[in-house]
Nanobody, 118 residues
Framework: QVQLVESGGGLVQAGGSLRLSCVAS????????VGWYRETPGNQREWVAI?????????QDSVKGRFTISRSRDNAKTMVYLQMNSLKPEDTAVYYC??????????WGQGTQVTVSS
């Protein structure tokens, strides 16, 4: 079992920045892929940024150059961050942290609301 707890969402004006944080209750040696997804009412959850265990990163085209995913090297727990710059109203969504145990199951956080006003 892995618990993921997100924080850092909120209300920001267009062009502003937010940094999302996610604490996973497992050390970095047991967690493989980590990532951030987002969901808006009436739409499916979509991936935003994914980081593989080897550090390979992929971003959805709409956030390339604006969002940055990173991951800590703490041996006791895993931290995953999403730095979001130049935010746009269309970035408004509930953002979810994702972590996949190596050889195990995927887990999701409870979500954090990001609202970008125009």
């Amino acid at each position: 079992q892995v618990q993921l707890v997100e924080s850092g969402g909120g209300l920001v004006q267009a062009g502003g920045s937010l940094r999302l944080s996610c604490v996973a209750s497992r050390n970095r040696f047991s967690i493989g892929v980590v990532g951030w997804y987002r969901e808006t009412p009436g739409n499916q959850r979509e991936w935003v940024a994914i980081m593989a265990a080897d550090g390979t990163i992929n971003y959805q085209d709409s956030v390339k150059g604006r969002f940055t995913i990173s991951r800590s090297r703490d041996n006791a727990k895993t931290m995953v961050y999403l730095q979001m710059n130049s935010l746009k109203p269309e970035d408004t969504a509930v953002y979810y942290c994702y972590a996949h145990l190596i050889g195990g199951d995927p887990y999701w956080g409870q979500g954090t609301q990001v609202t970008v006003s125009s």
